[in-house]
């Protein structure tokens, strides 16, 4: 994510950054790249701004349902 992207999307950003943490950069970033290219894998909104690739078929879960306890960190 570019820096105005974080600034515009902070939430977003650090789920990402946890994410990261927890599965592997190349994996997490793979996911939002397909993302960006028209695939359901990567979707965010936040303050108005939007990113990504929202599922179609309605499967969508707000990061605030979501916890990442317990997850080993990936090894870098």
């Known amino acids: 994510m570019s820096n105005n992207l974080r600034d515009e999307m902070p939430q977003t950003a650090a789920f990402i950054d946890s994410l990261r943490l ?15 290219k028209g ?7 936040e303050n108005g701004r939007t990113i990504g690739t929202k599922p179609v078929d309605g499967s969508v879960i707000s990061s605030a349902d979501m916890v990442l306890e317990g997850v080993k960190r990936a090894p870098r």
């Open 39 to 45: 695939e359901p894998t990567f979707w965010a909104e």
């Open 22 to 36: 927890a599965f592997g950069r190349l994996d997490i970033d793979q996911q939002i790249r397909k993302g960006l």
